[in-house]
């Protein structure tokens, strides 16, 4: 495998802060976050504890992993439009095993649910869920794990268009089936490529061409090795070592591109959690810059997920080194160094430990996971127009949204 290694830009600290509709923006002025927020629980008392989520331009759909009674397998959805109207779809009443994912995807007309642990054993039961019938007669699922028990234990995925695949968390291998017949399956196993590739990846992203993983932790070591693999082939397999730049780039939850770089989330490399955001260029796999948001505010550490729109990247608050956070950070994708931070905790203290996010071209979203309360079912959203931007129209029905042109986290 190739290991690369380029140079490092620095952050530039930003240096004016303002008070904004109940939120702290740092560093900008050219956006009214109107934060509000939405209380699942309000809806059904079990609506907790979410990892990760993705949107089919009308609905916002949250991916079910445990509540403060157990596994969950009850995916929430949400109106974009109203922002208060909620739905609810029990996967276990399909199969008991269909609790506890970690991640999930959509390919337009389906949403797929990345399968994880489902409180007695690894699973490797991906769900599927209809968006045009948000029903149990909708959901159908594929057992990975029927063929090769390995296949089991994956941390989120992606979908290039005619395939999807499920990333290894707790195991070595990246599954791939197809989208078309969701039947057919193969898989990649990355110990042919390296043996400390046991697992340990926190998600990943395609750019169409190439697919890749996002370092954390493995063999109880954290890592800062990004995996591209070859959609079309499906064998050929690069590394870049974020190491090779900086020592403190390991550790990474989820990730994002926005057409001409990828970007990896900082969590916790072991030592502490970080904030230093590492993006690479796509075309050539390499040139490595490192944007530092703990320079802008010692706060901004310890992310899970995040997403680009079309001028900036946003990344995910959960816990720092002071505990569960709050503040969001948005950086410039343009400089990658002008950040700005929004604290959701100003308009609800509760709005912290939240794991993976999305846009739908006129707000974002952050989804919840854990609070220090429990598990929390508080979906956070807020403007990411500027002033510039709001003559931008929505036009939502069951069959299609017109929205502006975003890159979409895979969460």
């Given at each position: 495998?190739?290991?690369?290694?380029m140079?490092?830009?620095?952050?530039?600290?930003?240096?004016?802060?303002?008070?904004?509709?109940?939120?702290?923006?740092q560093?900008?002025?050219?956006?009214?976050?109107?934060?509000?927020?939405?209380?699942?629980?309000?809806?059904?008392t079990?609506?907790?504890?979410?990892?990760?989520?993705?949107?089919?331009?009308?609905?916002?759909?949250?991916?079910?992993?445990?509540?403060?009674?157990?596994?969950?397998g009850?995916?929430?959805?949400?109106?974009?439009?109203?922002?208060?109207?909620?739905?609810?779809?029990?996967?276990?009443?399909?199969d008991?095993?269909?609790?506890?994912?970690?991640?999930?995807?959509s390919?337009?007309?389906?949403?797929?649910?990345?399968?994880?642990f489902?409180g007695?054993?690894?699973?490797?039961?991906?769900?599927?869920?209809?968006?045009?019938?948000?029903?149990?007669?909708?959901?159908?699922?594929?057992?990975?794990a029927?063929t090769d028990?390995?296949?089991?234990?994956?941390?989120?995925?992606?979908?290039?268009?005619?395939?999807?695949?499920?990333?290894?968390?707790?195991?070595?291998?990246?599954?791939?089936?197809?989208?078309?017949?969701?039947?057919?399956?193969?898989?990649?196993?990355?110990?042919?490529?390296?043996?400390?590739?046991?697992?340990?990846?926190?998600?990943?992203?395609?750019?169409?061409?190439?697919?890749?993983?996002?370092?954390?932790?493995h063999?109880?070591?954290?890592f800062?090795?990004?995996?591209?693999?070859?959609?079309?082939?499906?064998?050929?397999?690069?590394?870049?070592?974020?190491?090779l730049?900086?020592?403190?780039?390991?550790?990474?939850?989820?990730?994002?591109?926005?057409?001409?770089?990828?970007?990896?989330?900082p969590?916790?490399?072991?030592?502490a959690?970080?904030?230093?955001?590492?993006?690479?260029?796509?075309?050539?796999?390499?040139?490595?810059?490192?944007?530092?948001?703990?320079?802008?505010?010692?706060?901004?550490?310890?992310?899970?997920?995040?997403?680009?729109?079309?001028?900036?990247?946003?990344?995910?608050?959960?816990?720092?080194?002071?505990?569960?956070?709050?503040k969001?950070?948005?950086?410039?994708l343009?400089?990658?160094?002008?950040?700005?931070?929004?604290d959701?905790?100003?308009?609800?203290?509760?709005?912290?430990?939240?794991?993976?996010?999305?846009?739908?071209?006129?707000?974002?979203?952050?989804?919840?996971?854990?609070?220090?309360?429990?598990?929390?079912?508080?979906?956070?959203?807020?403007?990411?127009?500027?002033?510039?931007?709001t003559?931008?129209?929505?036009?939502?029905?069951?069959?299609?949204?017109?929205?502006?042109?975003?890159?979409?986290?895979?969460?």
């Amino acid at each position: 495998p190739r290991r690369t290694a380029m140079r490092r830009v620095a952050a530039r600290p930003s240096c004016l802060a303002l008070l904004c509709v109940a939120a702290l923006l740092q560093g900008g002025l050219s956006t009214d976050w109107s934060v509000s927020y939405l209380d699942l629980t309000l809806t059904q008392t079990d609506l907790a504890g979410f990892k990760g989520g993705f949107t089919d331009g009308n609905y916002g759909y949250l991916v079910p992993n445990a509540n403060d009674a157990g596994m969950s397998g009850m995916v929430a959805r949400f109106s974009l439009g109203d922002f208060s109207t909620v739905e609810v779809l029990d996967l276990t009443a399909v199969d008991a095993d269909l609790q506890g994912f970690e991640g999930g995807f959509s390919d337009g007309s389906h949403g797929y649910l990345v399968p994880n642990f489902n409180g007695a054993a690894d699973s490797g039961k991906v769900a599927r869920i209809s968006f045009a019938v948000f029903g149990a007669g909708s959901v159908d699922f594929l057992d990975l794990a029927a063929t090769d028990m390995a296949l089991t234990g994956f941390v989120r995925g992606f979908s290039d268009g005619v395939h999807g695949f499920a990333l290894p968390g707790r195991n070595s291998k990246i599954a791939r089936f197809s989208l078309l017949d969701f039947a057919t399956f193969d898989s990649l196993d990355l110990t042919a490529t390296d043996t400390r590739y046991t697992g340990g990846f926190a998600g990943g992203f395609s750019d169409g061409t190439y697919g890749y993983l996002v370092p954390s932790i493995h063999a109880l070591d954290y890592f800062g090795d990004i995996v591209r693999f070859d959609l079309q082939d499906f064998s050929t397999v690069d590394v870049l070592d974020l190491t090779l730049t900086d020592a403190d780039l390991k550790g990474f939850e989820g990730g994002f591109i926005d057409g001409t770089h990828g970007y990896v989330v900082p969590c916790y490399n072991g030592a502490a959690s970080f904030g230093k955001v590492a993006r690479f260029k796509l075309d050539g796999f390499g040139s490595v810059e490192v944007l530092d948001l703990a320079s802008t505010d010692a706060d901004l550490a310890g992310f899970v997920g995040g997403f680009a729109d079309a001028t900036h990247g946003y990344v995910v608050p959960n816990v720092n080194s002071i505990g569960y956070s709050g503040k969001l950070a948005r950086f410039s994708l343009d400089d990658f160094s002008t950040v700005d931070v929004l604290d959701l905790t100003l308009t609800h203290a509760d709005l912290t430990g939240f794991c993976g996010g999305f846009t739908d071209g006129f707000h974002g979203y952050a989804l919840p996971w854990v609070y220090a309360g429990g598990t929390s079912g508080k979906v956070a959203r807020f403007s990411v127009l500027t002033t510039t931007s709001t003559t931008a129209t929505r036009t939502n029905t069951k069959t299609s949204s017109t929205t502006r042109s975003t890159t979409s986290a895979t969460t």
